[in-house]
């Protein structure tokens, strides 16, 4: 019996350890700037991060008879530094990219003869003053300290590719991989006692294999009096994700607790949708019949507002409409600065708000004092504006004696950018305070008069939503919607323009930081047409005024508006030509088929026209240009690319028959059901159509033919459909199925387009199950990457992108019939 047992504990161990939902779980999710995930599948397990990676902690704890059990993130740590990084300050380094001779990690090695530069070594100057173009640096930085550290010594280092460390001259680190934030190695022994009063130095060696480069390093001692008293973690015992909610069932000892993450995003309430507050919710109740006395502490990092950690940040707690607030935001304010990838907001204002009948507690504190709020019995003495770098804010709320009966509270997180993006050289407010006479604090005060309707909004809407993806693709299907949900809307942001039109601009998360890129617009667009054709009308309006006002002046469409924030016209280094306005075309008539009518498209006729001129001449064997799968590299002769040319002259046909316009209509119509026919002959390779016209021993996926299947166009007979998809069965890989022969990486916002060819459930479940496989497999603990490899589930790069709206293809498909 004891064996058995055994057997099934181990058995249940490993079932709670294969209990993942997602690669990660949303917790707030607004925008692009305003987003934090957890990145295991216990919330108090990791600190809770940005979608970029970077650390933005929440921290949430229960106090129950004076024990202090966590719930939510892992406590910040915080550090003293001794050698700054460049994040935090830049200082002098030597370097030399030729391999030295002699000892030239020790203290009195002569390295005059380097050459002399400062910062990070890397080859972006954005973030690197010392550049480093070669495969091999080494790099030497001298420092002095007035007396031996008694502290923990960390080494903080972030390092594109390899890194070997030395201090004064003994190895302190050697990892042969890519470290893409910085991290805290602690150094033991082997670092506290190499480090001496006087001149020392850090020596660094660091090889680049391929692509960009980095190289930076400091070291720091953790700051004493953080584990004052003993924080016991609390045990989850349950999760639910749905599309707007992240639910969380914990035991803290004689206490139960649920605390759940809901960042309203319906669709069919812009002013909802576009309010920057996110309800973090906890029910509270004892579990063993008795009473207890139970104070429950939420923090949120000012992390949360800037860029880097070591940015100065002004906080300050006040009351207003019934609400008590802590605000914080960066002292510098530089609005609209920042563009590129890798980048956080470093300015506007982060709140956190509850009911002032909640008689919380609120303060401001350096990280490493955060929790002693919770066990203090002393009055907050807490000034009401106070600076510094890294501080937390902190609300203690306390519940007084705690019974069977269940208590239920609410802490609002909002965020105030105060302007979103410039757009042609206006800077554009936030659509909910678009004409400029809306505050936060108007928008958190009806946010609590909300709360339990939009809680009741939201857990209506995500059971009908999961509801209507079982029926239209089963259970695993229903699954990745709900994975996709938040992240494919938060990766927009809502404004107005000038005009008064509406913009939903995405950012293209870790692939190059574009804002408003077309081809990613097409993938995302099936959910915002399911629910909101508006919104995919935000995500063209600005491609259309980029042309129509001149901006953009060639004959076919723009691939993107710039670099997000700043959306002032395409940065992209080329064209997309038969991409881009394929995508244009197919997605105006898309709406044009969502709304049953093609007012949409009429408004912009002449520039359909132009981009379909342009179709009809050169999309059918397309030159050597890219496509959305732009990693992928040129090709000429595409001939899923060629099938996006012939479907968007379809949808173009079917648009000027919709508006009256016959002989267009007739024209186009019997156009692309020549081009389609003539694709089937130059493209069929036998049992499968090729990836290109010219070379037979290939094969790809023609996800583009899904828009013929939806827009009910009748282009390509079932026949192409049916070919496709039985090749397809035949070439899947543990995870997907691969995108074309040349790779075995995959893109899975176009595997469920493939699918969506399927005639019959089966099928379609079948192509569709490996990629849930991936989503819950995967190592890569990030917001679910579209682009990964089939054979190992590892993401290539891209994270958190709008793009996995595409899921959505199948209930979008059932509801057009």
């Not at 893409?180 to 680049?208: D, E, F, Q």
């Not at 037979?696 to 033919?705: A, E, G, I, R, V």
Request: with cysteine; charged share 20%.
């Amino acid at each position: 019996m004891k064996n058995l047992f055994l057997i099934v504990l181990f058995i249940n161990s490993i079932v709670l350890a294969q209990e993942r939902k997602a690669p990660a779980y949303p917790l707030v999710t607004h925008d692009p700037y305003f987003s934090i995930w957890s990145t295991s599948d216990t919330l108090n397990a990791v600190t809770t991060r940005h979608w970029t990676g970077t650390e933005q902690s929440l921290t949430g704890a229960v106090s129950v008879d004076g024990k202090v059990y966590s719930f939510l993130g892992k406590q910040e740590r915080a550090y003293t530094t001794i050698l700054p990084a460049s994040d935090e300050k830049v200082l002098p380094v030597s370097y030399t990219s030729n391999e030295p001779a002699g000892d030239w990690t020790a203290v009195n090695f002569d390295d005059s003869q380097w050459k002399a530069a400062s910062g990070a070594a890397g080859s972006n100057p954005v973030d690197a003053n010392t550049p480093w173009d070669r495969k091999d640096i080494w790099i030497r930085r001298a420092f002095n300290i007035s007396k031996q550290s008694n502290g923990r010594l960390f080494l903080k280092i972030r390092h594109d590719d390899y890194a070997t460390v030395y201090l004064n001259g003994r190895q302190i680190y050697n990892v042969q991989k890519f470290v893409g934030k910085y991290t805290y190695v602690p150094l033991g022994g082997n670092g506290i006692n190499s480090l001496k009063p006087g001149k020392n130095i850090l020596a660094i060696h660091a090889v680049n294999d391929g692509g960009p480069s980095f190289v930076d390093a400091g070291l720091a001692t953790e700051q004493e009096g953080q584990d004052a008293f003993k924080i016991i973690p609390a045990r989850q015992k349950s999760f639910e994700l749905t599309a707007t909610q992240s639910i969380y069932k914990f035991t803290c000892g004689t206490v139960d607790l649920t605390v759940a993450f809901t960042s309203p995003l319906l669709m069919n309430n812009l002013n909802l949708l576009s309010r920057p507050v996110s309800y973090i919710s906890t029910t509270v109740n004892a579990n063993d019949g008795k009473t207890h006395n139970v104070k429950i502490y939420f923090g949120a990092s000012t992390r949360l507002a800037t860029h880097t950690p070591y940015q100065q940040v002004k906080a300050q707690k006040y009351q207003s409409a019934g609400l008590s607030i802590l605000k914080a935001g960066t002292v510098e304010q530089p609005v609209l600065k920042k563009t590129g990838d890798d980048v956080r907001i470093d300015w506007g204002y982060m709140y956190v708000a509850v009911p002032s009948e909640y008689k919380s507690v609120q303060s401001v504190t350096a990280s490493g004092a955060a929790l002693k709020s919770l066990v203090s019995s002393s009055s907050n003495t807490t000034a009401s504006l106070i600076k510094g770098e890294g501080l937390m804010l902190n609300t203690v709320i306390p519940l007084g004696n705690v019974n069977s009966k269940v208590q239920e509270q609410f802490i609002m997180l909002g965020y105030d950018d105060l302007y979103s993006v410039q757009y042609f050289n206006n800077n554009l407010r936030p659509w909910w305070n678009n004409e400029g006479t809306e505050t936060m604090e108007s928008q958190l005060t009806t946010a609590a008069k909300e709360y339990r309707s939009a809680m009741q909004q939201c857990t209506a809407f995500d059971r009908e939503l999961y509801t209507d993806a079982v029926k239209s693709g089963g259970e695993t299907y229903a699954k990745l919607c709900v994975i996709a949900y938040r992240q494919a809307i938060s990766a927009h942001k809502l404004v107005k323009s000038k005009d008064n039109e509406i913009l939903f601009l995405s950012k293209e998360n870790f692939s190059n930081g574009s804002i408003g890129t077309v081809d990613v617009t097409y993938p995302s667009a099936p959910l915002f047409l399911l629910y909101n054709p508006d919104l995919l009308k935000g995500m063209l309006n600005g491609i259309f005024h980029y042309s129509e006002s001149g901006k953009w002046n060639k004959d076919y469409a723009a691939h993107d508006l710039g670099t997000y924030p700043i959306a002032n016209g395409q940065t992209y280094g080329g064209d997309m030509p038969v991409e881009e306005s394929g995508n244009m075309l197919i997605l105006t008539a898309a709406i044009a088929k969502a709304e049953n009518n093609a007012e949409y498209a009429k408004e912009h006729w002449k520039t359909l026209t132009t981009w379909a001129e342009y179709l009809s001449n050169e999309g059918f064997d397309p030159a050597n240009q890219l496509s959305t799968d732009d990693f992928a590299g040129h090709l000429a002769r595409n001939a899923n690319l060629s099938v996006k040319a012939i479907v968007a002259l379809g949808g173009y046909g079917m648009l000027a028959d919709m508006l009256g316009y016959k002989d267009v209509a007739v024209k186009y119509t019997a156009m692309a059901k020549d081009m389609a026919k003539r694709w089937m002959v130059i493209a069929d390779a036998g049992d499968h159509y090729a990836l290109t016209f010219n070379d037979k021993n290939t094969w790809s996926q023609k996800y583009n033919l899904v828009w013929d299947k939806v827009l009910k166009l009748g282009l390509f007979p079932k026949e192409v459909y049916n070919k496709e998809v039985k090749f397809y069965l035949t070439k899947q890989n543990q995870y997907g199925l691969p995108l074309d022969s040349r790779k075995t990486y995959t893109k899975s916002d176009w595997i469920l387009w493939s699918a969506t060819l399927a005639d019959n459930r089966n099928d379609f479940e079948s192509l569709i199950a490996p990629v849930y496989k991936y989503a819950i497999e995967t190592p890569d603990r990030v917001p679910l990457s579209d682009w990964h490899e089939t054979k190992d589930a590892k993401r290539q790069n891209f994270t958190a992108r709008s793009v996995v709206g595409a899921f959505y293809i199948k209930m979008l498909e059932d509801k057009l019939k």
